[in-house]
């Protein structure tokens, strides 16, 4: 057990080595994929549910059969759901907004990175070299 954490890191730099552009990997599958699921799509799961919850009218519900029975479909019970809880629900919105706008930035500023590295041809595996001078 006490060899697993050299190898874990072995492993690491051989990984690190072998792909030259592993901080702008890194970088793009920060803003491509953590970042969306970490802010984005979490708030925009949860203005769903906000709307689907309170769009329910009680007598939609029989507490004694356990039967429902919607009243309306639509755009009008959507609208009627959002106005529920109107100032949270705007509140995530633009912060999943904000958080798809800065994972928009990062994506382009890691792939213009990646394009700029790979012009230069600077790049080389398994090198002791600082890659930025």
């Known amino acids: 057990m006490k060899y ?22 890194t970088s793009f ?5 953590i970042l969306q699921f970490s ?7 949860l203005v769903g549910f906000n709307i689907q919850n309170d769009a ?5 519900f029989n507490p004694t059969t356990g039967q429902t029975q919607r009243l309306d479909n639509g755009m009008k019970r959507w609208i009627r759901g959002y106005k529920k809880k109107f100032v949270w629900n705007i509140f995530d919105i633009l912060y999943a907004l904000g958080a798809a706008g800065a994972a928009g930035l990062g994506i382009w ?10 012009a230069e041809n600077s790049l080389a595996p398994f090198t ?6």
């Open 128 to 133: 002791c070299a600082n890659p930025a001078g």
């Open 56 to 60: 329910i009218l009680p007598e939609e």
């Open 4 to 25: 697993l954490v050299p190898a874990y890191w072995a492993l690491a730099w051989v990984i690190a080595a072998a792909i030259p552009q592993i901080s702008n990997l």
């Open 109 to 118: 500023a890691s792939v213009t990175s990646m394009h700029k590295q790979f």
């Open 39 to 45: 802010f984005t799509f979490p708030l925009t799961l």
């Open 29 to 33: 599958v920060g803003a491509a994929c």
